[in-house]
């Protein structure tokens, strides 16, 4: 495509969204749930054929040397196709906040005034590597009574064209209009800078990806943008707490999978505790091919370890997402010098406390400032499907409009809205 041709494309992908739109807005709970169990139904027929068109991209990405976490992230396997259907039909039978009014309070005048929630409109998703977004993205459009563009990388395009395909069977059996989900059918970047540069028909745009794809949409866009940059980690084993508790928490934190965002990237111990935990945790990390790298306290707790890689860290590991087997590992005094570490370095997304300590806890939970905070559990659970949300579109880490997974509610708006019976201003 020329310059011309990606406008002209861009701009009509928006005038039929925007259209679209408006449909889905007044669509009937009922109507948007049938297109949900549809689609469920369409990704299990259709798994096979599913697997052969992400080989395609599989292929293509190994061939070209993509790394390794990357390779990972573009896999659409059985269990994940499995987990996109479970998730439409988990949406399907969430009940509709579209429409529903809150805090309708009578006021001295007679008039009641509320605020309702709307669907915020069209938004614009742009993301990397996992195709499975592709049906978050669109199953959470049509739930929430949205339209959208959903612009995928190149290395996913044929796993998202042939689920694009799916979504738009769906809406058209529930006779809602198919371009109410629109994938961008070109890997050219120009449409990027168009579609984030369209506020006459984009209302928000979500970029999911890397670091560095998210600063270049947030620094390009003349719509708001719904962001979050990296996913620096922390879990933090307090004194006192369950030892056993703590080993399986940072085990599964660090090593259930190395290349989500929520995955712990960071280890903090308190001293009184390290002694004891730090070495069995260590040996398991050993045993899995973790490197970590660790304060000088740290280190020589963990070099005994027999098989440990340790390294000393730096000061930039504790800023790091690594997205891969490495770990950073320091000690601290006590919970005030972990929630200070951690505010400090951490990229506000997910951060977890092991403790006994009901007090401890509860500081933790109030002066961490991040999207998610946890106590006793793994930092793993920041997710979507795993809040009860149906899905996700991804992770904000900004304080407005969004925070945390981003659902349904991240997906609306409120209007004022004010019921009266003839009352007048005196």
């Excluded at 590991?317 to 570490?341: C, G, N, Q, R, T």
Aim: charged share 20%; net charge negative.
């Amino acid at each position: 495509m020329n310059a011309t041709d990606i406008v002209h494309y861009t701009q009509t992908l928006g005038l039929q969204a925007k259209t679209a739109s408006a449909l889905m807005a007044s669509a009937s709970t009922a109507t948007k749930n049938k297109a949900l169990t549809a689609l469920a139904q369409l990704l299990r027929t259709h798994s096979a054929a599913l697997q052969a068109d992400n080989a395609q991209d599989l292929e293509r990405a190994r061939a070209a040397g993509l790394a390794a976490p990357l390779v990972d992230r573009l896999k659409l396997t059985p269990a994940a196709i499995e987990t996109c259907a479970q998730g439409c039909e988990q949406l399907a039978a969430m009940p509709d906040i579209v429409g529903e009014v809150l805090e309708l309070r009578q006021q001295p005048s007679g008039i009641r005034v509320g605020r309702m929630r709307v669907p915020i409109g069209v938004f614009g998703m742009i993301y990397e590597s996992r195709p499975n977004v592709t049906i978050e993205a669109a199953s959470l459009s049509i739930k929430s009574g949205n339209a959208c563009i959903l612009r995928g990388g190149s290395e996913a395009i044929h796993s998202n064209q042939a689920l694009a395909r799916l979504v738009q069977q769906a809406l058209t059996e529930a006779g809602l209009p198919p371009e109410a989900v629109q994938l961008v059918q070109t890997t050219d970047r120009e449409v990027v800078g168009q579609l984030i540069a369209m506020p006459q028909y984009v209302d928000v745009i979500i970029p999911r990806g890397g670091k560095g794809l998210i600063e270049r949409i947030s620094a390009g866009a003349k719509v708001p943008v719904i962001k979050h940059l990296d996913g620096n980690c922390h879990t933090y084993v307090d004194d006192p707490c369950d030892l056993d508790m703590a080993v399986t928490i940072a085990d599964n934190a660090k090593t259930q999978k190395y290349s989500p965002c929520n995955a712990t990237e960071s280890l903090l111990v308190a001293r009184g505790v390290a002694a004891a935990f730090l070495p069995r945790i260590g040996a398991i990390y050993a045993q899995k091919g973790v490197e970590m790298r660790a304060c000088p306290e740290s280190l020589a707790l963990l070099a005994p370890v027999p098989g440990a890689r340790v390294v000393p860290a730096t000061e930039q590991d504790w800023f790091e997402e690594y997205l891969a087997p490495i770990i950073s590992v320091k000690l601290v005094a006590d919970v005030e010098e972990a929630i200070a570490h951690i505010n400090h370095y951490s990229s506000h997304h997910t951060d977890a406390i092991v403790t006994r300590d009901h007090m401890h806890a509860q500081r933790f939970l109030r002066a961490v400032d991040s999207s998610s905070v946890m106590v006793n559990a793994s930092t793993r659970f920041a997710d979507g499907f795993e809040y009860g949300l149906g899905a996700e579109i991804g992770i904000s880490t900004d304080k407005f409009h969004a925070r945390g997974p981003v659902g349904i509610e991240g997906l609306t708006s409120l209007k004022w809205v004010v019921l009266g019976e003839g009352e007048v201003r005196g």
